[in-house]
């Protein structure tokens, strides 16, 4: 069984930071992207930071500058270093892992909530 297990959420002040990790486990063949999607109550779930085997990364524009994709490929965990956190991050964060021949795996969520 594969599962993506998240860590790192939690309430933080506005300029703050907070690190989320996703580490993936079971039987894993080939991961060739992972990343960071949010949600807030009501509203669809939206990519905010992927990056794939190779190294390339993307982020959505309001995070740019802010937060920092990375991954270590021999431990099958990708990380979430965000930083100068405002409100308007606050959501459910998932952990999205693109996995050939399994398609898209997700991790439970964990909650980020930024406010004063």
């Known amino acids: 069984q594969v599962q993506l297990v998240e860590s790192g959420g939690g309430l933080v002040q506005p300029g703050g930071s907070l690190r989320l990790s996703c580490a993936a486990s079971?039987?894993?063949?080939?991961?060739?992207?992972m990343g960071w999607y949010r949600q807030v109550p009501g509203g669809q779930r939206v990519l905010v930071a992927i990056?794939?085997?190779?190294?390339?990364?993307n982020y959505i524009g309001s995070v740019k500058g802010r937060f920092t994709i990375s991954r270590d490929n021999a431990k099958n965990t990708v990380y979430l270093q965000m930083n100068s956190l405002k409100p308007e991050d606050t959501a459910v964060y998932y952990c999205?892992?693109?996995?050939?021949?399994?398609?898209?795996?997700w991790g439970q969520g964990t909650q980020v909530t930024v406010s004063s």
């Open positions: 990056i794939t085997s190779s190294g390339s990364t």
């Open positions: 999205y892992a693109g996995v050939t021949g399994l398609g898209s795996l």
């Open positions: 079971g039987s894993i063949g080939s991961i060739y992207a």
